[in-house]
């Protein structure tokens, strides 16, 4: 299993990021896939993740600000950032588990591989 992120850079407050995540060795189709983030000074934090039906969770900090999205076709997870904070910064990490958490999906431990992380600064 290999999940790659890219997308990540410095952007001004207020502004906005694409994150991506190339994902290959499994059936991608079928599996869910999150985001999680490592904020400075803070724990490992949950941010989305969507089911392999489409259904679409976040966390209440990114809520109408962040849209998460996938293309089977090309195996690959977005994740969509608007409206940028500074205390969004963070290594933002591609997650994914081979079944649907089932309403845990906010729960770190229920995914089984993580990608290596991006780096998203927010800062004027």
């Known amino acids: 299993v290999q999940l790659e992120e890219s997308g990540g850079g410095l952007v001004q407050p207020g502004g906005s990021l694409r994150l991506s995540c190339a994902a290959s060795g499994f059936t991608f189709s079928s599996s869910a896939m999150g985001w999680a983030r490592q904020v400075p000074g803070r724990g490992l934090e949950w941010v989305s993740a969507?089911?392999?039906?489409?259904?679409?969770y976040y966390a209440d900090t990114v809520k109408g600000r962040f849209t998460i999205s996938r293309d089977n076709a090309q195996n690959t997870v977005f994740l969509q950032m608007n409206s940028l904070k500074p205390e969004d910064t963070a290594v933002y990490y591609c997650?994914?588990?081979?079944?649907?958490?089932?309403?845990?999906?906010?729960?770190?431990?229920?995914?089984?591989?993580w990608g290596q992380g991006t780096q998203v600064t927010v800062s004027s």
């Open positions: 997650l994914m588990t081979p079944v649907d958490p089932l309403g845990v999906h906010a729960r770190l431990s229920e995914y089984d591989y």
């Open positions: 969507i089911y392999s039906d489409g259904s679409t």
